[in-house]
Nanobody, 125 residues
């Protein structure tokens, strides 16, 4: 059974960095767009970043542009989210997702093919 498993979350101070990982298993995700979403308490899940299956295209939410970087290693079946200059408003559960056309389905995230279980990121000031 194919699944995604996130890791790397934690509790950090504002201005610190974290790198999240999302490892795929049960199938190869080389031909899937991969992305990260987050959900803060009391808020809806929101898009953070995505990278195309080819690796040539990336997309970021305005709130994280210039601070977060998404990358992928298809040989390891893993996608990463490097988060720098973290802010308290970045506090959320971070989820990775995979889909054959992820960006086209951003408005309907419930339709994405695969989701991980999430990893908590807490940033205190």
């Amino acid at each position: 059974q194919a699944q995604l498993v996130e890791s790397g979350g934690g509790v950090v101070q504002a201005g610190d960095s974290l790198r999240l990982s999302c490892a795929g298993s049960g199938r190869s995700f080389w031909n899937y767009d991969m992305g990260w979403f987050r959900q803060a308490p009391g808020k809806e899940r929101e898009f953070v970043a995505a990278r195309s299956w080819s690796g040539y295209s990336t997309w970021y939410a305005d709130s994280v542009k210039g601070r977060f970087t998404i990358s992928r290693d298809n040989a390891k079946n893993t996608v990463y989210l490097q988060m720098n200059s973290l802010k308290p408003e970045d506090t959320a559960v971070y989820y990775c997702a995979a889909d054959t056309n992820l960006v086209a389905r951003l408005s309907r995230p419930q339709e994405l093919d695969y989701w991980g279980q999430g990893t908590q990121v807490t940033v205190f000031s």
